[in-house]
Structure formats: C-alpha cells, structure tokens
C-alpha cells in the first residue's frame, strides 16, 4: 500500500479513537448510583455574566457515594451555584448551608437504572454509527485512491484494514456498554 493509503487508514483510526473518548465521557455523564463530580460536568454559573463551567468557580468534592460537596470559591457564588445545578435539571436539589452546597444523591430504583441502560445503550449505538461513518469515509477514499493509481490488491488490502479497524472499534464499544450495564445495573 502507498504512503496515502496508511495515511486515510491512520486518519480512520484516529477518528474511531475519537468516538471511543466520546462515548467514554458520555458514559461518565451517565451516574449510576454513586456520587462524582462528573456529574455535575454540565452545569455552567453566570459568572460576572460570564456562562463559565461550574468546576473553574468551586471546588467539587465526594466525601462519599451519596454525597456530592460544591465549595464555591467566593462565597457570593453559593446563590448563583444553586440556581444554576437547579436549573440543570439534573434532578438534583442542593442543600445551602451558607459555606458549601450538599447535593444528596438518591438511590438508584429499578425504573431509573433501565433509563440509564437505555441512555447508554443510545450513547453506545451512536458511537457504533459514527464508527461506521468512518468506515465508509475510508472505502470511499481508497475508491478514489484507486480512480488515481492505487493497485486493486492494495485496494482489496485497505479496505480489509478498514474493516478489521471497524471490527474492533465496534467490539470496544459492545464491551463499553457491558462494563456500563454491570455498573448500572449493580445495586
């Protein structure tokens, strides 16, 4: 294969490692019964009327699994911090105790715990699309790539390491979402 060839195939393997950091960091949104700053990542403050991320105006600890502490880092941001976690809509009710925000984390019921399957199950699936996506990218690369010279049997070669990368990827991703399931699903 040409130097071209191994360029669209690392290009396809950087954009599937991609997807597989997405889908990472939306499984790490996804909570499953124990507290984590992570899941608070989507909360932005009106900050000076700045929209800024709530973890560069505080401090997000977890002292323990049902318990997330938000220590803002001027104390004039509690009010403003609370309204925004309210207003995230995260299902999260904030205790203000003048210092710091308590968030309690409820237990997990069943109902909830097949919600967030079926979220990640979705996350999971659009990951495998994007995959594929990709897959096609390549193929349609290497066509071109053989419309400008590129052997068939390079062509044939390419596109067979198209698709064991597909393969892979996509193995990754079912093996994510099982990972994910037993973290879900445990109580």
Not at 98 to 110: C, D, Q, S, Y
């Amino acid at each position: 294969m040409n130097e071209e060839a191994q360029l669209v195939i690392e290009q396809t393997k950087e954009n599937m490692d991609g997807a597989i950091k997405h889908l990472d960091k939306e499984f790490h949104k996804i909570r499953a019964g124990k507290a984590s700053p992570d899941m608070l990542e989507g909360v932005k403050v009106d900050y000076y009327g700045q929209m800024t991320p709530l973890n560069q105006v505080s401090n997000i600890t977890t002292p323990d699994a049902r318990q997330i502490i938000v220590q803002p880092w001027e104390k004039s941001m509690l009010g403003p911090i609370e309204k925004a976690i309210q207003a995230a809509n995260l299902g999260f009710n904030p205790i203000n105790n003048g210092e710091v925000l308590r968030i309690k984390v409820p237990a997990l019921t069943e109902e909830r715990r097949k919600e967030l399957f079926k979220k990640a199950k979705d996350e999971a699936e659009n990951s495998k699309i994007s995959i594929r996506g990709f897959r096609k990218e390549a193929n349609d690369e290497a066509k071109q790539l053989e419309k400008e010279g590129l052997a068939e049997d390079d062509k044939k070669r390419m596109e067979e390491e198209i698709q064991k990368l597909t393969d892979k990827y996509i193995e990754k991703v079912d093996k994510m979402l099982e990972d994910k399931e037993k973290d879900i699903m445990t109580v």
